[in-house]
């Protein structure tokens, strides 16, 4: 082959376009996804930790005597564990008996031992005490209802984690709250957007309020 003839042939291979990328396979992009929902997590497991704005403490609740519960949302007691069914158990002190429902995490039978002394925090109704946390003797506390807040693995939960989500004024929704009328003010859970707030009404009766981030007040419903 001559010297033309090669420089020809190299010449049309410049020439030629550049060949496709193949297109992106829908994996790769829940990958994307998945990676950025993980990575809160992974830094967290690595020791580094975020401001989460978000973050709302339950109040803090003195319990009563087993003979004064009333209905209410947000409501403790603490008492003796006198006997064990399954995911209920008896608690009594010297005033009284109720009976307490752990859902789920007690369907063993073995969440509490009798005769052991325990603080439940929950709601009382229908003359049980749905309990949402126990605490022990020794102070170790077992949460039985979720946390609240976004779910977990959505946007608003990333936001969160990483520090980015709502500002919650807390002193400012406490005196909206006040300001519409409510007494005895408990926050018992957090909402996405939303916290759920035990309080009574000017009739002296327990209500669940729904009070939003932005102020607006509603009664879920009324004990």
């Known amino acids: 082959m001559t010297d033309q003839s090669s420089n020809a042939l190299l010449d049309n291979a410049s020439s030629e376009p550049a060949p496709a990328e193949p297109p992106r396979r829908p994996g790769a992009r829940r990958g994307l996804v998945v990676g950025a929902l993980a990575l809160p997590l992974a830094l967290g497991a ?83 005490l749905h309990a949402a946390a126990l605490v022990r003797a020794d102070g170790t506390t077992t949460r039985l209802k979720p946390a609240g807040g976004p779910p977990p693995g959505g946007i608003d939960w990333m936001k969160d984690k990483l520090g980015l989500g709502p500002e919650i004024d807390l002193p400012g929704l406490r005196a909206k709250v006040e300001a519409a009328g409510y007494t005895d003010i408990r926050i018992a859970r957090r909402g996405p957007k939303h916290l759920d707030v035990a309080a009574k009404g000017g009739d002296g009766r327990e209500r669940m309020l729904h009070v939003g981030f932005d102020g607006e007040i509603r009664e879920k419903r009324v004990f």
Not at 84 to 96: P, S, V, Y
Not at 108 to 126: A, H, I
């Open 46 to 128: 690595a020791g580094l930790s975020f401001a989460q704005k978000g973050e709302v403490a339950t109040t803090p609740l003195e319990p009563v005597a087993i003979s004064a519960l009333a209905p209410s949302g947000a409501v403790a007691a603490r008492g003796e564990v006198a006997e064990i069914f399954g995911n209920k158990f008896i608690l009594q002190d010297a005033t009284g008996r109720t009976l307490v429902e752990t859902g789920r995490q007690g369907e063993g039978g073995d969440l509490v031992r009798k005769g052991e002394t325990v603080t439940v925090s929950g709601r009382f109704e229908k003359g049980f």
